[in-house]
């Protein structure tokens, strides 16, 4: 197992010369030993090229790649001791799952004696100990990748285990209980584990550690609780959460928020921050966007132009100034009518502010120090 | 436009894709096929659009018989799963297409309706592409803008966004949404998930193993499902189902629970029905929570796995009562095999008969 550690840029041109000629752009990275991390983001996002360059299949057009301190940029998947499970099972049909098991054991030149009792410990944990002895041939699709995911954990000496989105074969219905696997398997094996995923519920649920990704930037890395509380960049709060987080343009004037016409005052330490940075964009989730009386503290007035009852939740819409905010309401509460003039909380400990360049500059203070008015 | 299908079913060898059916589609309003794969949704599509014709059973437009009409002889526009273009064509000349099969237009208008239509889908700037040079969201708007251009009395979109990137899906969602708003077509939408069909709203026909369970304004179908496949297709995360027994004054589920149900004009008194037999108990993942209000009943568990989306976060629990599966807003954590008390409010609960239909269903403070 190992320690990695990036500092590397790469690009499929041989002459980059912008950002968008960029598949990453330059960035430093560390990943854990025996820690669960996971790649999220949109196709494109260069989530793929950064899992290639820490396997060894890609080598980065500038910068390193550490394993314990040593640098391995040069090195094959091999030499890095990587192991990878894909988005298709790769099995060999005509061995047993035992054999399939075993075989990454067994190319290694393990002694038997260990290879029996890692394999049926590994077989045990995903629950195939029935069926050691069955060809891999006739087996369902999902049991067909378990065997491929026991193959990349099957080692105790790899200084990774890589996955590419190794769930996209699996029935919905099944998904939650290979997460649970996966989940358990990390906590007994302590393996580093890395997950490339587009699935916010894969890579929140799976990894300790989350890098979010858009155009060959790394934009936050960090536990579902701060990319949904604290979302370091907008696109964060836009990516994670349905739907993702209101974002209103706003600006600062003489200790006081400017937001769709409306003046809200600002606890101290918010009007400190904010009064650097001028012209600025307010941020908050659907989640925290509230109902409020008429002029209440921290609220705008609004237009309601849809309401969708989503079954456990009113998915409000509402026009604010130039803007469309959207609230998930409590279901047991009256929704408003399209039309109706509301008033919308938008100030609390849930809110965020970003600058020019999309980067979070504060963060709510706690309601009890929330002196507002419109 | 009025499609009906009458005694409609469809056989495949020995293979019943569609049972005998009678269907009056809703008029200028979006109808979901809301149904898991296999369960005979684009058989019931292409049977709406003439690609294929039923082995049993009338289909009629507007009162006339089209039953063997061919889809050449209809005017319905199509967007399936895969996104399918003209290859050698630039998206601009893509969904000119019908525009000029139809012969109607002259070049100006032409060009107009393209522009229009290449605007409200925010694929203007790459009018002069080839469809390969365009992302999967792109490639796809293309094919929605095609078929909007037709203008077709009838639409039928496939799972049109099942390839796409999850956030990809809710932008497109939403523009298909406005865009079904006007009216001017009748719109049938099929896809495996319920909360797509929530938010498209509409009507909502829910199909499981050829059979359309039921049919109604989506908000009542989620709300008041008939039986408990209605339940289960149209929940996700499914619904949770309890065994339990009617005793006095409630029902009784297994690990010692009661729960007491109120019987009210919209929940008819359990007694007199079942009499000692045996009904399920069902509980949406969103009515568990962790903390208690007055009257709550309390079920006891262990944490199996905590599944977080962001906005929620689905905990798996093995519950006394059986498996549960609460959905908690926000992220949460909790470590695996942990204990939990999950919280239940009584009035919130389903009860289904012997036979799997729906006896009560929960109250809706919030319902209009």
Same mark, same amino acid.
């Given at each position: 197992?190992?320690?990695?550690?990036?500092?590397?840029?790469?690009?499929?041109?041989?002459?980059?010369?912008?950002?968008?000629?960029?598949?990453?752009?330059?960035?430093?990275?560390?990943?854990?030993?025996?820690?669960?991390?996971?790649?999220?983001?949109?196709?494109?996002?260069?989530?793929?090229?950064?899992? *290639?360059?820490?396997?060894?299949?890609?080598?980065?057009?500038?910068?390193?790649?550490?394993?314990?301190?040593?640098?391995?940029?040069?090195?094959?998947?091999?030499?890095?001791?990587?192991?990878?499970?894909?988005?298709?099972?790769?099995?060999? !049909?005509?061995?047993?799952?035992?054999?399939?098991?075993?075989?990454?054991?067994?190319?290694?030149?393990?002694?038997?004696?260990?290879?029996?009792?890692?394999?049926?410990?590994?077989?045990?944990?995903?629950?195939?100990?029935?069926?050691?002895?069955?060809?891999?041939?006739?087996?369902?699709?999902?049991?067909?990748?378990?065997?491929?995911?026991?193959?990349?954990?099957?080692?105790?000496?790899?200084?990774?285990?890589?996955?590419?989105?190794?769930?996209?074969? $699996?029935?919905?219905?099944?998904?939650?209980?290979?997460?649970?696997?996966?989940? =358990?398997?990390?906590?007994?094996?302590?393996?580093?584990? $890395?997950?490339?995923?587009?699935? %916010?519920?894969?890579?929140?649920?799976?990894?300790?550690? +989350?890098?979010?990704?858009?155009?060959?930037?790394?934009? =936050? $890395?960090?536990?579902?609780?701060?990319?949904?509380?604290?979302?370091?960049?907008?696109?964060? @709060?836009?990516? #994670?959460?349905?739907?993702?987080? *209101?974002?209103?343009?706003?600006?600062?004037?003489?200790?006081?928020?400017?937001?769709?016409?409306?003046?809200?005052?600002?606890?101290?330490?918010?009007?400190?921050?904010?009064?650097?940075?001028?012209?600025?964009?307010? @941020?908050?989730?659907?989640?925290?966007?509230?109902?409020?009386?008429?002029?209440?503290?921290?609220?705008?007035?609004?237009?309601?132009?849809?309401?969708?009852?989503?079954?456990?939740?009113?998915?409000?819409?509402?026009?604010?100034?130039?803007?469309?905010?959207?609230?998930?309401?409590?279901?047991?509460? /009256?929704?408003?009518?399209?039309?109706?003039?509301?008033?919308?909380?938008?100030? @609390?400990?849930?809110?965020?502010?970003?600058?020019?360049?999309? %980067?979070?500059?504060?963060?709510?203070?706690?309601?009890?120090?929330?002196?507002?008015?419109? | 436009?009025?499609?009906?299908?009458?005694?409609?079913?469809?056989?495949?060898?020995?293979?019943?894709?569609?049972?005998?059916?009678?269907?009056?589609?809703?008029?200028?309003?979006?109808?979901?096929?809301?149904?898991?794969?296999?369960?005979?949704?684009?058989?019931?599509?292409?049977?709406?659009?003439?690609? !294929?014709?039923?082995?049993?059973?009338?289909?009629?437009?507007?009162?006339?018989?089209?039953?063997?009409?061919?889809? &050449?002889?209809?005017?319905?526009?199509?967007?399936?799963?895969?996104?399918? *273009?003209?290859?050698?064509?630039?998206?601009?000349?893509? /969904?000119?297409?019908?525009?000029?099969?139809?012969? !109607?237009?002259?070049?100006?208008?032409?060009?107009? &309706? +393209?522009?229009?239509?290449?605007?409200?889908?925010?694929?203007?700037?790459?009018?002069?592409?080839?469809?390969?040079?365009?992302?999967?969201?792109?490639?796809?708007?293309?094919?929605?803008?095609?078929?909007?251009?037709?203008?077709?009395?009838?639409?039928?979109?496939?799972?049109?966004?099942? *390839?796409?990137?999850?956030?990809?899906?809710?932008?497109?969602?939403?523009?298909?949404?406005?865009?079904?708003?006007?009216?001017?077509?009748? +719109?049938?939408?099929?896809?495996?998930?319920?909360?797509?069909?929530?938010?498209?709203?509409?009507?909502?026909?829910?199909?499981?193993?050829?059979?359309?369970?039921?049919?109604?304004?989506?908000?009542?179908?989620?709300?008041?499902?008939?039986?408990?496949?209605?339940?289960?297709?149209?929940?996700?995360?499914?619904?949770?189902?309890?065994?339990?027994?009617?005793?006095?004054?409630?029902?009784?589920?297994?690990?010692?629970?009661?729960?007491?149900?109120?019987?009210?004009?919209?929940?008819?008194?359990?007694?007199?029905?079942?009499?000692?037999?045996? +009904?399920?108990?069902?509980?949406?993942?969103?009515?568990?929570?962790?903390?208690?209000?007055?009257?709550?009943?309390?079920?006891?568990? &262990?944490?199996?796995?905590?599944?977080?989306?962001?906005?929620?976060?689905?905990?798996?629990?093995?519950?006394?009562?059986?498996?549960?599966?609460?959905?908690?807003?926000?992220?949460?954590?909790?470590?695996?095999?942990?204990?939990?008390?999950?919280?239940?409010?009584?009035?919130? #609960?389903?009860?289904? !008969?012997?036979?799997?239909?729906?006896?009560?269903?929960?109250?809706?403070?919030?319902?209009?």
């Amino acid at each position: 197992m190992a320690r990695i550690e990036l500092d590397l840029a790469h690009s499929y041109l041989p002459d980059p010369k912008q950002d968008s000629d960029y598949a990453l752009l330059p960035l430093q990275m560390s990943f854990t030993d025996g820690g669960a991390y996971a790649l999220l983001g949109p196709s494109g996002c260069g989530k793929t090229t950064l899992l *290639n360059i820490i396997s060894g299949l890609v080598r980065p057009s500038r910068g390193a790649v550490l394993f314990n301190g040593v640098d391995v940029t040069a090195r094959s998947p091999q030499e890095r001791n990587i192991a990878q499970v894909f988005q298709f099972p790769v099995v060999y !049909d005509t061995m047993t799952v035992a054999d399939n098991l075993a075989f990454p054991l067994r190319n290694r030149g393990v002694p038997p004696e260990r290879i029996k009792a890692r394999v049926g410990r590994i077989a045990e944990m995903l629950e195939l100990s029935g069926q050691l002895n069955q060809r891999a041939a006739g087996l369902a699709a999902d049991a067909k990748q378990k065997i491929s995911l026991g193959r990349g954990l099957v080692r105790e000496d790899v200084s990774a285990v890589l996955f590419d989105e190794p769930l996209t074969v $699996i029935d919905p219905h099944l998904k939650w209980q290979l997460r649970r696997k996966l989940k =358990q398997i990390h906590h007994e094996l302590k393996l580093t584990l $890395i997950y490339v995923t587009h699935d %916010q519920i894969e890579a929140l649920t799976f990894a300790e550690q +989350v890098v979010v990704m858009t155009r060959g930037r790394a934009v =936050q $890395i960090g536990t579902a609780a701060e990319l949904f509380e604290r979302p370091r960049h907008m696109f964060v @709060g836009h990516f #994670i959460g349905s739907p993702g987080m *209101n974002f209103l343009p706003a600006r600062w004037r003489d200790g006081m928020l400017e937001v769709t016409g409306h003046t809200l005052r600002l606890a101290p330490a918010l009007s400190e921050a904010l009064r650097a940075a001028g012209e600025f964009t307010l @941020g908050v989730r659907p989640e925290y966007v509230t109902l409020a009386d008429e002029r209440a503290e921290g609220a705008l007035v609004a237009e309601v132009t849809q309401v969708q009852d989503v079954g456990t939740y009113w998915l409000l819409t509402a026009r604010a100034g130039e803007t469309l905010l959207r609230a998930r309401l409590n279901p047991a509460s /009256i929704a408003p009518q399209v039309g109706e003039q509301v008033w919308l909380g938008v100030l @609390g400990p849930h809110t965020c502010f970003y600058d020019r360049d999309q %980067q979070l500059i504060a963060a709510g203070p706690e309601p009890q120090a929330l002196r507002v008015s419109a | 436009m009025r499609l009906t299908l009458e005694g409609v079913a469809k056989r495949v060898g020995a293979a019943t894709h569609l049972y005998p059916l009678d269907f009056a589609l809703q008029p200028h309003a979006v109808t979901v096929l809301l149904g898991a794969t296999q369960a005979g949704k684009t058989t019931l599509m292409r049977l709406m659009a003439g690609l !294929d014709a039923p082995s049993q059973g009338r289909v009629r437009v507007d009162g006339e018989d089209v039953t063997g009409r061919s889809v &050449r002889e209809r005017n319905v526009a199509m967007v399936y799963q895969q996104f399918i *273009n003209y290859p050698s064509m630039r998206v601009f000349d893509n /969904i000119a297409s019908p525009l000029k099969l139809r012969g !109607d237009l002259d070049r100006a208008a032409l060009d107009r &309706r +393209v522009r229009e239509l290449a605007v409200k889908l925010h694929i203007e700037p790459f009018l002069d592409r080839l469809p390969a040079e365009l992302s999967g969201g792109q490639q796809q708007r293309v094919a929605l803008a095609r078929a909007l251009a037709k203008q077709a009395p009838l639409m039928l979109l496939d799972e049109p966004l099942v *390839n796409l990137d999850y956030k990809l899906r809710e932008e497109l969602r939403e523009e298909l949404s406005a865009l079904f708003a006007s009216g001017d077509s009748t +719109v049938v939408y099929a896809t495996t998930e319920p909360t797509e069909a929530l938010l498209l709203g509409g009507y909502t026909a829910v199909l499981d193993a050829g059979e359309v369970l039921q049919y109604g304004p989506t908000a009542e179908v989620f709300h008041r499902p008939h039986s408990i496949r209605v339940a289960r297709a149209f929940s996700d995360p499914p619904i949770n189902l309890l065994k339990g027994r009617v005793a006095e004054s409630g029902i009784q589920l297994a690990g010692e629970v009661r729960l007491a149900v109120r019987a009210s004009a919209d929940a008819p008194a359990l007694e007199g029905d079942t009499p000692e037999a045996g +009904v399920t108990v069902g509980v949406r993942a969103s009515a568990l929570r962790v903390r208690p209000r007055s009257g709550d009943v309390a079920l006891t568990g &262990r944490v199996e796995l905590a599944e977080i989306s962001g906005s929620d976060t689905f905990v798996h629990v093995a519950a006394a009562v059986g498996p549960l599966v609460a959905q908690l807003t926000g992220v949460h954590y909790f470590e695996l095999g942990a204990a939990i008390t999950l919280y239940l409010d009584p009035s919130q #609960i389903y009860v289904f !008969d012997a036979r799997g239909d729906l006896l009560v269903a929960p109250q809706r403070p919030g319902a209009r």
